[in-house]
Every structure is written in structure tokens, then in C-alpha cells.
């Protein structure tokens, strides 16, 4: 089994940006963000040009390594206060 590393952005309530998950992900759960997966042995890498650090790249719903977006990291901390999970 693959060893994985993971970050997690964490609010007091989820935010609502009314632009039908333009700006924020579906994977919102329980206040909680996804914003990276690294697993050892990982199909996707994690040398991606600035675009793709921009807008993300990997499933959220997958198992494989895994990168939200500099974008939707930003517009999710505009709405106030957050704080960062690091579990490895």
C-alpha cells in the first residue's frame, strides 16, 4: 500500500461563492479542503509547469497525487479565517 501525504485547509463554516464551483471545488465536505495528496509511487507528478500550479491538476476523488490550484487556495482563503492540517 502506498504511503500518503496530505494538506487540508479547514474553515468554521464552508463557504458559499455563488458561482456554481467556479471558484471553489465540490469536494467541500464537513468545512473541510483537500488541497494536496502526495502518494509515493504516484501516476501523476508533481513537476507541472506554472499553469498547473495555477489551476490544479490530479482527482480530488482519486488516489493518486493531487493539487487543488494556487486559484481556488486564494479564493477560498478571501473569505475569511482558515487555518492549515498537515498529516504525513
Known amino acids: 500500500m502506498a504511503s500518503t501525504e496530505g494538506a487540508r485547509i479547514e474553515a468554521p463554516q464552508a463557504p458559499s461563492n455563488g458561482d456554481n464551483g467556479v471558484c471553489l471545488p465540490a469536494q467541500i465536505e464537513l468545512n473541510v ?10 501516476s501523476v507528478s508533481f513537476n507541472q509547469n506554472w499553469a498547473a500550479y495555477r489551476d490544479g491538476f490530479g482527482s480530488v476523488t482519486g488516489t493518486d497525487n493531487y493539487w487543488l490550484g494556487l486559484g481556488k487556495v486564494y479564493c477560498f482563503l478571501q473569505r ?3 487555518s492549515l492540517s498537515i498529516q504525513v
Do not use: L, N, T, Y
Open 80 to 82: 475569511g479565517h482558515a
Open 33 to 42: 479542503v483537500m488541497i494536496q495528496r502526495k502518494v509515493s509511487g504516484g
